[in-house]
């Protein structure tokens, strides 16, 4: 815990004028981001007495180890660049709120020559109209299956657009007249457009116009005694106003507008929001967030307002947001929400009428998702404390593993060796910091071994880290420095010198995923900085032991180390002869198991993916620097690889974007590559001369055994 004190700017450093601060911990994480309309003032307040401060705020200084600053010239641009920061470095102690879905909208692709209407989550795309969002997507297809009998717009995918365009057939929809079929030409582009622009007008509340115009439709064919026509029509209208029906008029004036309410206690805050367009509720979203400090209603309104329209421009910001508390102050709230529509934008509380009593609609959804919330977290949070305290209690961990890491060995009869590393803190998943390995200290199949190398890979990052943040009091000397030499059998790095943690961490290219550089400077989460408090390894006594070696040898000797054993689901710890058995029913048993077999599954889709592109691999793809551009035109220029291989370096020069030095190195290359094995059809027993892989075969439907890796079957691990 650090003393705030020890990091608080010297009188006078702090300007007085609005602008965005950060805290940053001792790993340089950015664990908070606010703004101020007085840096100076604002910042005074974190660095009062302990004793009165909210004690999440107490948390939060005490968990910091420095803070910084970046001045603005106005509160608009404070709001901009704080949403900025929050989104870029996902401050732990800042207000987020929690949703566990995409809310689906219906979208129109008004961008495209016959606009599709369709379903439509994340990020929203330039010259698509959305409606919503709706709560779900049976919703939006209910109410796009009664309007296409008025408005049959095109709802198929581009592939049966395409292939209906091919047959000169339509689809089932298109038989049965909800569709226009502009694939087969029975409507133009234009026309269908249009059509599309009316189901977006009727979809944005201008409902009366259309309705009014199929009335006086059905009484002209009536009049006409064109009765199946005028049935038709009337059966369109019910259609209509079925489809109106699902979204009541809430209010009159056919407002769009925004509501939100907020429901909240000490320790969580539940946040409501109804979208009302064209008088008529058109979606609901809720979000759940931790009160990580004392913030008011109004404060948790921005936050919400930030999240709701910080990625939205245009329309998508109503001309009216009704909420239950202002934020203070409010004109660069309501300043920045009318930059991004462009016109002016009215924040406001409402006060009384069909508004007011619509808010209380919306502040009871609130507070009933806020009860369901505590209700499933409860359960959840008990659940998850009960098992880390029992796996503490079972391991003799002096407190709770917050961190864990679980690594498992994956391979097929001892080909393409993986190691996976998947990462839970308190209990959940942290699917961003997994990582996976490729094994390449030795060759075959040795999962004692490749666990040594795995966790001293891993972990001599660590260190590595730890020296570039300046951890280390001596920077001198430090246990197990990454300069000195490995032990036999260490991994070390393409082209290092063996033990070479500085050379592995910059150039070994078989971690997933990768990063061009540490940016620690800039509060991004570095890939292996931060320890666990336990590591788990797939396997039994060999394995954690091997484990507990690398560690050893590192000099780390404050991680806890265990195996979960598949057989009979023992825990075993380093240098004890028997296992610990948990019980069955055991919380902490079943937190180990979920762990485990989430780094098998992850070994074993790496293993599968390397295994498949080997699968694929031809002799071209063992030349250093040549892409599939270059591998394409090769093959075109000679049809196969059997005749490149019988090329002269001339011929081979004569292809668009190889040179003599490139060419010199593919015909190498392919000297070296062993012919593959003659091709048989396996329905006549014909030898066939196939061509080699990167070429097409004459006859792609015959069955073919060549002799490959594919006919392998083995047991993956």
């Not at 840096?39 to 107490?58: E, K, M, S, V």
């Not at 005028?230 to 769009?256: F, G, H, P, Q, Y």
């Not at 030499?485 to 082209?495: F, I, M």
């Not at 091997?546 to 560690?551: G, P, Q, V, Y």
């Amino acid at each position: 815990m650090a003393d705030p004190s020890s990091y608080r700017p010297k009188p006078g450093q702090i300007p007085d004028s609005p602008g965005v601060y950060r805290f940053r911990d001792e790993h340089r994480r950015v664990i908070y981001v606010g703004k101020a309309k007085s840096l100076r003032q604002r910042l005074a307040n974190y660095f009062q007495d302990l004793a009165g401060l909210h004690p999440r705020t107490r948390s939060m200084v005490t968990t910091a180890a420095s803070v910084e600053w970046t001045v603005v010239s106005t509160e608009v641009e404070a709001l901009q660049l704080e949403y900025s920061w929050i989104k870029e470095y996902d401050p732990r102690f800042n207000v987020k709120y929690r949703d566990d879905k995409s809310y689906p909208y219906l979208a129109v692709t008004m961008n495209e020559e016959y606009p599709r209407v369709q379903v439509m989550r994340g990020h929203k795309k330039k010259g698509v109209r959305y409606f919503g969002p709706y709560a779900h997507a049976w919703a939006i297809r209910d109410t796009v299956d009664l309007l296409l009998r008025v408005f049959p717009v095109r709802t198929c995918s581009a592939g049966v657009f395409k292939n209906a365009s091919r047959t000169g057939r339509p689809c089932l929809l298109g038989y049965i007249g909800k569709c226009s079929a502009p694939c087969v030409g029975r409507i133009d582009a234009d026309d269908h457009w249009e059509l599309a622009d009316e189901f977006c007008d009727f979809m944005t509340g201008r409902t009366g116009t259309y309705l009014r115009r199929l009335e006086k439709q059905m009484t002209e064919a009536a009049e006409e005694m064109e009765y199946e026509r005028a049935a038709r029509l009337r059966d369109d209208i019910e259609a209509l106003k079925k489809a109106m029906e699902k979204n009541a008029v809430v209010l009159a004036d056919a407002t769009d507008a925004d509501l939100i309410a907020v429901a909240e206690d000490e320790l969580e805050a539940a946040v409501q929001i109804f979208h009302v367009r064209g008088g008529r509720v058109r979606g609901q979203r809720g979000w759940v967030t931790d009160k990580v400090e004392d913030v008011t209603t109004g404060a948790l309104v921005e936050h919400a307002l930030q999240q709701l329209y910080g990625e939205e421009r245009g329309d998508s910001v109503p001309k009216e947001v009704l909420v239950p508390a202002l934020p203070e102050p409010v004109e660069p709230v309501q300043e920045w929400l009318t930059g991004r529509r462009g016109s002016n934008v009215s924040l406001r509380i409402p006060q009384r009428g069909d508004k007011k009593a619509l808010m209380e609609t919306v502040e009871r959804n609130a507070q009933q998702a806020l009860v369901l919330h505590k209700t499933r977290r409860a359960s959840d949070l008990t659940t998850r404390s009960r098992a880390l305290e029992e796996i503490a209690e079972a391991l003799d961990l002096d407190s709770a593993p917050l961190r864990i890491e679980c690594y498992d060995i994956s391979h097929l009869q001892g080909d393409d060796v993986v190691a996976s590393m998947v990462v839970f803190e308190d209990g959940l998943q942290r699917k961003s910091e997994y990582r996976r390995f490729q094994i390449k200290g030795f060759e075959g199949q040795d999962d004692v071994r490749s666990m040594h190398e795995v966790i001293t890979r891993r972990f001599r990052r660590y260190l590595v880290e730890k020296e570039r943040t300046g951890e280390w009091t001596d920077t001198g000397s430090a246990p197990a420095a990454p300069g000195t030499a490995a032990a036999p059998g260490t991994p070390t790095a393409a082209g290092a010198p063996s033990g070479d943690g500085a050379g592995e961490l910059l150039t070994d290219t078989s971690e997933a995923p990768l990063t061009s550089s540490l940016k620690d400077e800039d509060g991004r989460p570095r890939r292996f900085a931060y320890p666990p408090q336990l590591v788990v390894v797939d396997g039994g006594q060999p394995q954690v032991a091997a484990a507990r070696r690398a560690l050893d040898e590192l000099g780390i000797d404050d991680i806890a180390v265990c195996g979960l054993a598949k057989r009979l689901e023992e825990v075993w710890l380093p240098g004890d002869d028997d296992p610990v058995v948990l019980p069955r029913s055991s919380e902490g048993l079943y937190l180990l198991q979920r762990v485990r077999d989430e780094a098998h599954r992850f070994a074993i889709t790496y293993q599968r993916a390397k295994r498949a592109k080997r699968f694929r691999s031809g002799p071209l793809d063992e030349v250093p620097g040549l892409g599939e551009t270059r591998k394409q035109a090769l093959i075109k220029h000679f049809g196969s690889v059997k005749k490149l291989r019988a090329a002269t370096i001339e011929e081979i020069c004569e292809v668009p974007g190889i040179g003599r030095k490139t060419a010199e190195t593919i015909a190498a290359a392919l000297a070296r590559a062993a012919p593959p094995a003659p091709a048989v059809n396996t329905a006549t027993g014909e030898i066939i001369e196939e061509e080699e892989p990167g070429a097409t075969p004459d006859s792609p439907g015959d069955p073919v055994t060549a002799g490959a890796p594919e006919e392998r079957r083995g047991q993956e691990t």
